[in-house]
């Protein structure tokens, strides 16, 4: 079945800097890979996503890259501010499942 | 527009008791899922449903049985609870099982097996 590697599992950065994170899965009949934010005490909350006929996608200070070959995709948050402290997950949906499997988790911590 | 809701939000078990966390949701979903989240091991798959009256199972389902009686609820049963149930579980569905839909979370069970 489908396995989703997640790095770094904490990230610290300055306000104002960039923050990377990145993804691996093994299946390579995924087609679908959302990021979700999950802050303290909260409910995961989907962020960005995209599909697998997409390279990239933006919104706003977000970024989301896909490389089909490497399986592997990263979130991208630029400006970072202190609000973008939280929990992200990525995820990754089988094609031939009906799945969506997470990653470990990256606590990301935005110092102002 | 209540979305999803999950009962109760707290819960205290002894080893070998059994309990239903119960899972309602209003949006007309036919994919529903149970996750469990531990420190370190993000959100893990038990078990899902993409229609009334379908159920699979998910990375860990040992320990846990579902149903998928209606539409709106997708309850998960512990039959009988051990210390490595504890835990924080999750409800979430999504509007359909094709190609990748975005998940509604319920807002969490925070269980602990004594």
């Known amino acids: 079945g489908e396995n989703v590697e997640q790095h770094p599992s904490t990230l610290s950065v300055q306000e104002g800097d960039s923050a990377v994170i990145k993804c691996t899965y093994s299946d390579s009949a995924s087609n679908y890979f959302p990021w979700y934010k999950q802050e303290l005490g909260k409910r995961p909350q989907l962020i960005i996503d995209?599909?697998?006929?997409?390279g990239e996608k933006k919104d706003q200070r977000i970024a989301v890259t896909l490389n089909k070959t490497a399986k592997h995709f990263s979130l991208h948050i630029t400006e970072t501010q202190p609000e973008d402290s939280a929990v992200y997950f990525c995820a990754a949906y089988g094609g031939a499942t009906n799945k969506l499997i997470f990653g470990t988790g990256t606590l990301l911590a935005v110092q102002p | 527009n209540a979305g999803v809701t999950q009962t109760p939000k707290f819960q205290v078990l002894k080893t070998g008791q059994s309990m239903t966390l119960q899972c309602a949701q209003d949006?007309?979903?036919?994919?529903m899922s149970w996750y469990r989240q531990d420190p370190g091991m993000g959100l893990r798959l038990i078990h899902y449903s993409v229609g009334a009256g379908i159920t699979d199972q998910g990375e860990v389902p040992n320990g846990y049985n579902v149903s998928r009686s209606t539409t709106e609820d997708f309850p998960l049963r512990l039959l009988s609870a051990a210390p490595s149930q504890t835990s924080v579980y999750f409800c979430?569905?999504?509007?359909?099982?094709?190609?990748?839909?975005?998940?509604?979370f319920g807002s969490g069970t925070q269980l602990s097996v004594l």
């Open positions: 995209i599909r697998s006929n997409v």
């Open positions: 949006m007309n979903h036919e994919y």
């Open positions: 979430a569905s999504s509007y359909s099982s094709g190609q990748g839909r975005k998940l509604f």
